[in-house]
Each structure stands twice: as C-alpha cells, then as structure tokens.
C-alpha cells in the first residue's frame, strides 16, 4: 500500500466531505451537537467546513490514487474567531444545521475561549475514512503536520473528543493541558511545545 500526502484541492472537495463525515459521526461532540448517525449534519457541516471555515494548511491522504485522509491546520491568532463574534458566524456561516445550533455555538464559543494566546499551530479537523483506519494513514498526515510545525518553528495545539486519540497524540509529543466536559462529552485540550 502507498500513501502519498499531497496539498488539499478543491477538486477533493466531496470525497473529503464523505471522509470527514463518515469519521466523525460517531465522535462524542458530533453525536452531541448533531444526533446519533446524522451522517447527513455531519456532510452539511463538512461541506460548509471545507468551502469557508478550514483556511489554513490543509493536505490529503490518497492511498493508491484514493483519498483516505483529510488535515487541516491553521496558525494562530487566526485559528478560530474571537469568542464575541462565535454566534453570529455560526448563526450565518453555519445556518443550514438549523436545531443544532445552540449546541454549535456552545461548543465553538469554549474552544474559542480556551484557545492559548501563546501562539501555536492548531490542528484540526484530521480524519481518516473509517475503513482505512488503523493502517497508519493518520500518522502520515500527523507527521506532515509535525514537519509543518518544525518548518514554523511553531507549538501545536488541539482539542479531542476521544480518549484513544488522546493516546495517539500523545505519541506525537502532544500533552494534555486541560481536560472538562463541554455538551456533555469528556474534551481534552492538548499542547506540543515549540521544538528546540
Ligand atoms: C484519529 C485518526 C485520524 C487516526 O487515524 P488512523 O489512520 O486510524 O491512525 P493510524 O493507523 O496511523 O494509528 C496510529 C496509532 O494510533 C492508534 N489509534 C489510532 N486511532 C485509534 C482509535 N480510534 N482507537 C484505538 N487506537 C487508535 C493505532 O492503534 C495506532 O497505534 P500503533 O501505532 O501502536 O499501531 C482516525 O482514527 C480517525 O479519523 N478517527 C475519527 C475522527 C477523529 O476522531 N479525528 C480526530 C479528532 S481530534
């Protein structure tokens, strides 16, 4: 199997909404904020995600010619919109998710919050298609974003819904700074310093 990591275009537009959505639809804050299998939020939310909101470095994985994989990331101040501005843009950016809103902006407006002032990298989102999981795939697209990090000479920052992810972060260099829980899922919010 050859995985080659390449720069996102939009030509990959729909086969990472299928991505995103198909690996994200069962994670704790999606199921929160969207519903159980709301496969259909999940694309809506994608596809806005992809055309307006992921403006940063973004790349994809393709194995053997087939997109399997999807990062983004965005350096700070940036990286997110100031916590004041969270429900309007959601209201306007992100209206087509109509009743999960409220949620949307719960959960936007807490990260936004949390976001560290010291500048960093933040990743997010990254996703491999659940068939292709566990074949080291997500670690190609964490290690470009890793040698993105070196080549800023930058810190890393993310936010995670999973405990096994905390894990694979951590393999990365990545330490949890915070843990709470935000519409009612455990969140975790980790760190990777700036390398020396
Ligand atoms: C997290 C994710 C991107 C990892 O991609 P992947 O291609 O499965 O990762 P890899 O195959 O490179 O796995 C790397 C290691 O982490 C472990 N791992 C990764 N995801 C895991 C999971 N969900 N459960 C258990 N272990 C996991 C693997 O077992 C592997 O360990 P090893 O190196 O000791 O064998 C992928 O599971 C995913 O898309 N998850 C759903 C969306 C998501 O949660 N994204 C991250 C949001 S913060």
């Known amino acids: 199997m050859a995985i080659v990591i390449e720069k996102y275009s939009a030509d990959h537009l729909e086969t990472c909404v299928s991505v995103l959505a198909d690996a994200f639809v069962t994670n704790p804050l999606h199921v929160s904020a969207f519903g159980s299998q709301r496969i259909d939020q999940n694309r809506l939310f994608f596809r806005i995600g992809l055309r307006r909101m992921f403006i940063g470095p973004a790349f994809v994985a393709l194995e053997d010619g087939t997109v399997r994989g999807y990062m983004h990331c965005n350096a700070s101040p940036y990286c997110l919109p ?115």
């Open 82 to 196: 100031p916590p004041e501005e969270i429900p309007t843009a959601v209201a306007t950016l992100l209206k087509p998710l109509g009743a999960a809103i409220p949620r949307v902006i719960q959960w936007f407006a807490k990260w936004c919050h949390l976001d560290p002032d010291e500048p960093h990298v933040h990743l997010g989102p990254i996703a491999v298609a659940p068939e292709a999981q566990g074949k080291g795939i997500g670690t190609a697209l964490m290690n470009r974003y890793i040698e993105h990090l070196k080549q800023e000479r930058a810190a890393g920052y993310l936010e995670t819904d999973r405990p096994e992810n905390v894990e694979f972060y951590k393999k990365f260099g990545f330490i949890v700074q915070r843990e709470e829980q935000l519409i009612g899922t455990p969140t975790w919010y980790m760190w990777r310093p700036q390398d020396k």
